[in-house]
């Protein structure tokens, strides 16, 4: 069984840090791109980062130079490093196995797994 668990979530101040961590089992890790993906209320879901199995990074551009995606392969976990939070980054985080880091938007056909998420508020 798949199974991707969250934690690390909260609520933190604007300019304040979190840092989500993803837990997985059930695939071979290195088989597949992971990152996050985001939803906030009334939005669509968007890709915040990914880390493709050579090693290979991408970030929106919003978050660029604030969040560091990174991971650790024997424990088959992943995070995301936030740093400088604004209330803008505020949604339901997701963590998530991709094909590859083409498309890493949440979008549920080119995600093959993803976790329950949890919430990261910010306030100003």
């Known amino acids: 069984e798949v199974r991707l668990v969250e934690s690390g979530g909260g609520l933190v101040q604007a300019g304040g840090s979190l840092r989500l961590s993803c837990a997985a089992s059930?695939?071979?890790?290195?088989?597949?791109?992971i990152g996050w993906f985001r939803q906030a209320p009334g939005k669509e879901r968007e890709g915040v980062s990914c880390?493709?199995?050579?090693?290979?990074?991408d970030y929106i551009d919003s978050v660029k130079g604030r969040f560091t995606i990174s991971a650790d392969n024997a424990k088959n976990t992943w995070y995301l490093q936030m740093n400088s939070l604004k209330p803008e980054d505020t949604a339901i985080y997701y963590c998530?196995?991709?094909?590859?880091?083409?498309?890493?938007?949440?979008?549920?056909?080119?995600?093959?797994?993803w976790g329950q998420g949890t919430q990261v508020t910010v306030s100003s």
């Open positions: 998530a196995a991709y094909p590859d880091c083409l498309n890493y938007s949440g979008n549920r056909y080119y995600t093959t797994y």
């Open positions: 059930g695939f071979t890790f290195a088989d597949y791109a």
């Open positions: 880390l493709d199995s050579s090693g290979g990074l």
